[in-house]
């Protein structure tokens, strides 16, 4: 019995290594959430151009384009937030389409090449989302898109692209200031 008892503690010590052994691996295989990100926010006033009468209608929105280094890869997204006019409770036509386009670019003389991007249309159901007093007040989050670029130095870029419906003009390109380089 006493030998029974010296194996099953044995084996417990060996199942407990084993468990921390592979809560380490799985916290480290997710670099891109424990970065230190480095971001630039910027703010448009927004007018909407397909309305003309007398009540506000500007949407002021705030971007926070950020990056981070892990080694030679770099991992950006985009943060947007916005107070936009009050309205309709969830007024789902007022755009025909909305989108964030994100790029990571290497920053080198010249023209900065593009090595990957994300276009993001999950903005729009937000933007056109009101609380129940019909206030359009929200945030979105884009998914984190990385690329290794050795040593070179990085950064993510990005435009907010709106078609407001009914102006006739189509996709409207709303520039946002790039991150700092990592």
């Not at 044995?10 to 295989?29: I, Q, V």
């Not at 947007?80 to 009050?86: F, I, L, N, T, Y």
């Not at 010249?110 to 994300?118: F, I, L, M």
């Amino acid at each position: 019995m006493r030998n029974h008892s010296l194996n099953a503690r044995r084996g417990t010590a060996a199942a407990l290594t084993f468990a921390a052994l592979a809560g380490t691996s799985l916290l480290a295989a997710s670099p891109a959430s424990a970065l230190s990100y480095k971001c630039t926010t910027s703010t448009k006033s927004i007018d909407n151009p397909a309305y003309s009468g007398p009540w506000a209608d500007n949407w002021d929105i705030k971007i926070s384009l950020c990056s981070a280094r892990s080694g030679s890869t770099v991992y950006s997204y985009a943060k947007a937030s916005w107070d936009g006019p009050v309205g309709e409770v969830d007024d789902t036509s007022i755009f025909n389409g909305a989108y964030l386009r994100i790029w990571i670019a290497k920053s080198v003389a010249g023209t900065d090449p593009v090595v990957r991007s994300g276009n993001y249309y999950g903005i729009e159901a937000k933007l056109e989302n009101s609380d129940y007093w019909g206030n359009y007040n929200n945030s979105y989050t884009t998914p984190t898109i990385s690329y290794p670029v050795g040593s070179a130095k990085a950064y993510v870029d990005g435009q907010l692209k709106l078609e407001w419906r009914n102006d006739g003009k189509g996709y409207l390109n709303y520039d946002y200031s790039a991150s700092p380089t990592v």
